[in-house]
């Protein structure tokens, strides 16, 4: 594998701890921040190598519907991304807290979401594309392969959690997809199915969960397509079988349980923007001097712990990314 330089972390000798994987954070948490995306003012809220493992497959249809890939994790820490400069978040209680809105606008959706059925499971990659296809999750992670990446992911909501993800780099996907030289963007569409999802019977939100980004950024290395977490195949809460992880973008950009991946020339509009455009733009990226219209963006709450730390530009990746957006000063790049 080749690996980028290891990024220097805008953090200050204070802010960094040492850190051991999957160190146990024995403060477990306090429930509930009173801010969440969606209660919002808005009325709708009233309501290995691949190499390996291809020879493993068993059958690339997978029509018993086995998970074909647990024998991936854990997977190799890949050595850029083998610290984000803060402890890990304690497995428990990152998996009970969650955002997955299709099982309700509140965290505590871990047990919903068992109902959930991620295999048999497929992924569409259409649109400006050579030739479209649609590839089964076990085949896809198993040509893609799997590694270990420890991002840090800060919500909109102002809080925030260190997790060591799995999957493979969304650039790689993009190779796989070869995007016709008209497309630039990518835009990612969640599962819909109202007999699983209760969410998906509020008509009031604009299903499927919709997210986009543009294929620059989908080609910088720090875009992962998450296929598991602490050294496991992904849960169902987290977005499983596929979710995205943009750390130096808000939360809400990493769509969960992606079914499709279209590549297009239109700026896709995501769900958030659709219910709330003032308050949830495309570009979303961390910035703790552009307030969110109804909260500070200056700090955030490390989720497990009462601690509250300044927020970083970028989230602290602005070495990675803040290139992406130096010809863009007129759009709206931190909503
Ligand atoms: N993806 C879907 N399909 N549905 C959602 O409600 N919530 C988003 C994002 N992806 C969401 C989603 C938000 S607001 C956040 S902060 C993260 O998922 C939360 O991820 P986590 O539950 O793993 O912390």
């Known amino acids: 594998m080749n690996y980028i330089k290891r990024p220097r972390w805008q953090l200050s000798e204070a802010e960094v701890t040492p850190e051991h994987i999957f160190m146990n954070r024995r403060n477990f948490l306090k429930k509930a921040s009173a801010l969440t995306i969606g209660t919002a003012s808005y009325a709708y809220s009233a309501s290995n190598t691949a190499a390996n493992a291809e020879a493993s497959i068993a059958n690339p249809n997978q029509p018993s519907g086995k998970v074909l890939t647990h024998h991936l994790y854990p997977a ?15 497995e428990m209680v990152n998996s009970t807290y969650n955002n997955f809105y299709e099982f309700g606008s509140h965290k505590e959706i871990s047990n919903r979401a068992q109902s959930l059925n991620t ?43 260190t ?3 799995s999957g493979f780099p969304l650039s790689k996907l993009v190779s796989l997809a070869r995007p016709l030289s008209s497309a630039k963007y990518l835009e990612f569409k969640t599962f819909f199915d109202p007999k699983v999802a209760p969410g998906h019977r509020q008509s009031w939100y604009p299903w499927p969960y919709l997210e986009g980004v543009t294929i620059e950024e989908a080609q910088n ?72 219209p109804r909260w500070s963006q200056k700090t955030e709450r490390i989720l497990g712990s009462n601690e509250r730390i300044p927020t ?22 931190f909503m």
């Open 76 to 90: 190799q820490t890949n050595p850029v991304y083998a610290s984000a400069g803060r402890e890990i978040t304690d």
């Open 312 to 333: 970083l530009i970028y989230n602290g990746y602005g070495e990675e990314v803040a290139d992406l957006y130096k010809n863009l000063q007129n759009e709206r790049l």
């Open 163 to 165: 997790i060591p993800w």
């Open 119 to 161: 295999r048999p499971w497929t992924i569409k990659i259409e649109g400006l594309v050579e030739q479209e296809q649609t590839i089964a999750i076990d085949d896809l992670i198993l040509k893609m392969g799997v590694e270990e990446r420890i991002y840090r992911h800060r919500c909109v909501e102002a809080w925030s959690m």
């Open 221 to 292: 290395d720090l875009g992962f397509m998450v296929t598991g977490a602490y050294g496991k195949d992904l849960k169902k809460q987290f977005g499983a079988p596929l979710r995205l992880a943009l750390p130096w973008k808000y939360g809400f950009k990493s769509i969960k349980s992606i079914v499709s991946i279209r590549f297009t020339d239109k700026r896709p509009i995501s769900f958030w923007q659709q219910l709330a455009d003032k308050e949830y733009g495309f570009w979303a990226n961390v910035n703790p001097a552009v307030d969110h």
